[in-house]
């Protein structure tokens, strides 16, 4: 399999891909230690911004790490036949308080989709809800034609 092309995606590109996905990859980072985890999303189009409700125990890596308000990266990526496209938006997690949604950004967080099947070792009373939107400092596509048959 050998790269046939590659190039950078347009915004258009770019929004159309993020707003006919669901989900990615949101890794996160504090004292030079990772965090990555799948999540699921909404995205606006017109204002570039992603919309996410991330669940959480009490005493869980994921809440430790939200805390510390770490700088952060969403991979959104999909491969069809011979293209692969990803979409890797850079910035700070702001965390938001219900009380303070617009109409329209619940109608985003109505769009991060919840999977299908959720496995909990904590009872569904132990777990946390939170309110997050990343407004990227960086929103940059890629997409990759490969030839399979090379």
Not at 26 to 55: H, K, Q
Not at 103 to 123: H, S
């Amino acid at each position: 399999m050998a790269i046939d092309k590659e190039a950078d995606m347009t915004d258009a590109e770019i929004d159309e891909f993020l707003g006919h996905r669901e989900t990615g990859v949101l890794s996160l980072a504090r004292d030079n230690e990772p965090y990555a985890i799948p999540i699921s999303y909404g995205y606006d189009e017109e204002s570039r911004v992603f919309y996410m409700r991330l669940v959480s125990t009490p005493e869980s890596e994921k809440r430790e790490f939200l805390a510390s308000t770490p700088q952060s990266r969403l991979v959104v990526y999909d491969e069809a036949e011979s293209t692969y496209r990803s979409v890797i938006a850079k910035g700070t997690l702001e965390s938001i308080d219900p009380n303070d949604l617009t109409p329209g950004q619940i109608a985003q967080y109505g769009d991060a989709k919840r999977p299908l099947f959720e496995i909990w070792a904590e009872g569904k009373d132990a777990l946390s809800i939170e309110l997050y939107r990343l407004d990227p400092e960086t929103l940059d596509g890629r997409r990759t034609e490969v030839d399979r048959d090379e």
